[in-house]
């Protein structure tokens, strides 16, 4: 997918990749909220989401 993506745009170190939901969360994310997912061959990646600048 990310291979796929950076076909139609550059990616960057502060971007984030979300699949799974078409819709917005519920509840919706907010500044201080820390998203995990957790891969067996490479361990969890960890975010935290902050407000936009």
């Known amino acids: 997918m990310r291979r796929t993506s ?3 745009r550059n990616g960057f170190a502060c971007d984030v990749i979300w699949f799974g939901c078409d819709g917005p969360t519920e509840p919706a994310l907010q500044p ?4 995990e997912v957790e891969n067996d061959a490479i361990g969890v990646l960890r ?3 902050v407000r936009a600048a």
């Open 6 to 8: 950076t076909r139609w």
């Open 32 to 35: 201080g909220d820390v998203v």
């Open 47 to 49: 975010n935290h989401v």
